[in-house]
């Protein structure tokens, strides 16, 4: 089974960019859909972005092309490229992979979970 560790999260202003990672091991990375989710306090686990095994990829409606994800597959790792970000994009930031391989947008479909980043966004 594959293990999932996020990195790249802080605390920048608003405007600026992250880049978070999602490193996988134990399991190719290609051999899964890989998500990320994010969440913040009071607020339900929301999906960001997706890339299916085949490399296709997904976004939530309100990334409205701020936001890219991106894989490497000789790293064994999925990207999150975060642009002009916003105070509400403040939140914990999970990647998480489905063995479907899919790049669905519910988070019961996603079986395995990193332990999150954390991006916070100070106007």
């Known amino acids: 089974q594959v293990r999932l560790v996020e990195s790249g999260g802080g605390l920048v202003q608003t405007g600026e960019s992250l880049r978070l990672s999602c490193a996988a091991s134990?399991?190719?990375?290609?051999?899964?859909?890989v998500g990320w989710f994010r969440q913040s306090p009071g607020r339900e686990r929301e999906f960001v972005a997706a890339?299916?095994?085949?490399?296709?990829?997904n976004y939530g409606r309100f990334v409205q092309g701020r936001f890219a994800i991106s894989r490497d597959n000789s790293k064994k790792t999925v990207f999150l490229q975060l642009n002009t970000l916003k105070s509400e994009d403040t939140a914990v930031y999970y990647c998480?992979?489905?063995?479907?391989?899919?790049?669905?947008?519910?988070?019961?479909?996603?079986?395995?979970w990193g332990q999150g980043t954390r991006v916070t966004v100070s106007s």
């Open positions: 998480a992979a489905d063995e479907a391989g899919s790049y669905a947008r519910l988070s019961n479909r996603y079986q395995f």
């Open positions: 134990g399991s190719d990375i290609l051999d899964y859909g």
């Open positions: 890339i299916a095994r085949d490399g296709s990829t």
